[in-house]
């Protein structure tokens, strides 16, 4: 789906004129203005401060821009990629000591889940590696500055900027407004709408507890009394969802009794055009809904996403196609790449959904051995599995669904999008919604 430069300019003068103002009103109850000052000091900020953090960011992003437009120029003049440009100026950065690494490893065992230091291994050094290479690369994009000319021709957070207008040179190449804008629309969205969330958070637990307080007092009951009422004794099965869900309905209920108005303003989601490749799906092709997941098998989040949104797909029989991509994050899970390619190999028989649910319930045993394991248990023929483990055709299909995920914005997992529109809380609650969203439109 292509964006037009009209809607990526509305976005650019949503951010510059928003001004957060302490009496500004979040929501009414009966008529009773909630404004900024019912929030804590820590909210108030976060709220106060955003339009600061959009600007700063946007510096951010540009700087990002003239860095990436600066390794690509590099890299040409050197006959190279640019990965191998920066593999050259990470590989002169020694490696952390055997004691570096054990001292952090002792520093964050629960932290890391009580895993083996084998285990944490390539996280801590990630981790260790991180700060050094981040100077040398800093320091390397200092020279290149100069080596290349960068000139800066316009404030990237100016009033009234044109789409053509041109931020920064870089030896030759121009950086225009409208470059930056499609470049950076989803980040600056997350910024936003990550304040923003929290920020209503906050707010509607004020919300729930003024409506539940007067609900209660009309019933001559304490709110806990009344809680215990709607949601603790109605519990048949005591999951976490069930009580979210009876919760939600007593929330729902006192929000319409008392008249509930959130006038919290949230920024408009960006739709992007995301591409279900020819992964593995489930559902009619031309189903209204389209769920596409990006996965990494080794990851504790997606293992317990996975069902809870499988669970919510059954309440739309016939109406959602979910297609699964992989996106291993190889930096901090060793075995997510082989996974990723033993699932695909899985697919070609047939039983990708099948060897998947395996994988997502035996996150801690995904060793060569153990995916031949899971392959034989499910019936597949362990012979053509072994080759397809294999086959540079399915390493190749991982690294696509990677590198279209890092062109999407992807940095971290489960990501999960509902007709190209990112669900940002993995709860049952909003994907529900975001389907049902979808539907309507």
Do not use: W
């Amino acid at each position: 789906m292509k964006i037009s430069s009209s809607l990526f300019f509305l976005l650019l003068l949503t951010f510059s004129v928003f001004a957060q103002k302490a009496e500004d009103v979040l929501a009414t109850v009966n008529g009773q203005s909630i404004t900024v000052r019912n929030l804590s000091p820590e909210a108030q900020k976060i709220y106060a401060e955003l339009s600061l953090s959009i600007s700063e960011t946007r510096q951010n992003l540009l700087s990002q821009m003239i860095a990436e437009t600066l390794f690509e120029s590099e890299a040409k003049t050197r006959n190279q990629t640019v990965e191998q440009t920066l593999n050259e100026i990470k590989a002169k950065i020694p490696a952390p000591s055997d004691q570096q690494i054990q001292a952090v490893y002792e520093a964050n065992k629960a932290a890391l889940g009580n895993r083996t230091l084998a285990e944490s291994r390539a996280q801590i050094v990630a981790f260790l590696q991180r700060e050094p290479e981040q100077k040398a690369l800093q320091e390397y994009v200092e020279r290149l500055r100069l080596k290349y000319k960068v000139t800066m021709l316009k404030d990237v957070n100016a009033a009234n900027l044109k789409p053509l207008e041109t931020l920064a040179t870089v030896g030759g190449k121009t950086i225009s407004v409208q470059e930056f804008e499609q470049k950076n629309q989803n980040a600056l969205y997350e910024l936003r709408a990550e304040a923003i969330e929290r920020v209503k958070a906050e707010l509607e637990e004020i919300v729930f507890t003024d409506v539940l307080a007067a609900e209660a007092k009309t019933l001559n009951l304490a709110s806990s009394d009344l809680i215990a009422r709607e949601v603790t004794d109605k519990m048949r099965d005591f999951s976490n969802e069930e009580r979210i869900n009876l919760q939600n309905a007593l929330k729902n209920r006192l929000y319409a009794k008392y008249k509930v108005n959130f006038t919290l303003k949230e920024p408009i989601p960006v739709a992007q055009n995301i591409s279900v490749d020819d992964d593995p799906a489930q559902g009619k092709a031309n189903a209204p809904v389209t769920i596409v997941m990006f996965s990494d098998f080794q990851c504790p989040a997606c293992g317990a996403t996975h069902p809870i949104l499988k669970r919510v797909i059954a309440d739309f029989p016939g109406q959602v196609r979910f297609v699964v991509r992989d996106f291993p994050l190889t930096t901090i899970h060793e075995n997510a790449f082989p996974a990723a390619i033993a699932a695909n190999a899985a697919n070609r028989q047939g039983k990708f959904f099948e060897y998947a649910d395996v994988l997502y319930q035996n996150q801690n045993n995904l060793d060569r051995s153990s995916l031949l394991k899971y392959a034989a248990d499910l019936g597949l023929n362990t012979r053509q599995f072994e080759l397809d483990l294999k086959d540079e055709k399915l390493a190749a299909e991982v690294r696509k669904d990677m590198a279209d995920g890092k062109i999407y914005g992807i940095g971290s997992t489960p990501t999960i999008y509902v007709n190209g529109i990112k669900i940002r809380q993995l709860t049952a609650e909003n994907m529900r919604a975001a389907i049902e969203k979808a539907l309507r439109k």
